[in-house]
């Protein structure tokens, strides 16, 4: 059973800082890689960040870099979203996401909402 629960997310002003978290079943936390999309109102969804085989390889969008930063914490079972210098184009839901058996993005948690205020 895969379970993915985000959390937190809230409202800060520009130049905040937030940490998302997801914790993840044992199931998806077995999966070959972790990330964490977001998808703004009346857009699609995005890529942020990906974590590949154990944390050996980590990948961010060209929007994020710099100032996002993902991890893992193996005994907890948890993924991170270190979120700093944010901006008002930063608002979205963020989801946590594990891969299938074939690699993909294929499971996602219910999101956490974060809000950018200039």
């Known amino acids: 059973q895969v379970q993915l629960q985000e959390s937190g997310g809230g409202s800060v002003q520009s130049g905040g800082s937030l940490r998302l978290s997801c914790v993840a079943s044992?199931?998806?936390?077995?999966?070959?890689?972790m990330g964490w999309f977001r998808q703004a109102p009346g857009k699609e969804r995005e890529g942020v960040a990906g974590i590949y085989s154990g944390g050996s390889r980590v990948s961010y969008d060209d929007s994020v870099k710099g100032r996002f930063t993902i991890s893992q914490d193996n005994a907890k079972n948890t993924l991170y979203l270190q979120m700093r210098s944010l901006k008002p184009e930063d608002t979205a839901m963020y989801y946590c996401?594990?891969?299938?058996?074939?690699?993909?993005?294929?499971?996602y948690g219910q999101g956490t909402q974060v809000t950018v205020s200039s």
């Open positions: 044992e199931y998806a936390w077995s999966s070959a890689c």
């Open positions: 996401s594990a891969c299938g058996a074939l690699g993909g993005f294929e499971y």
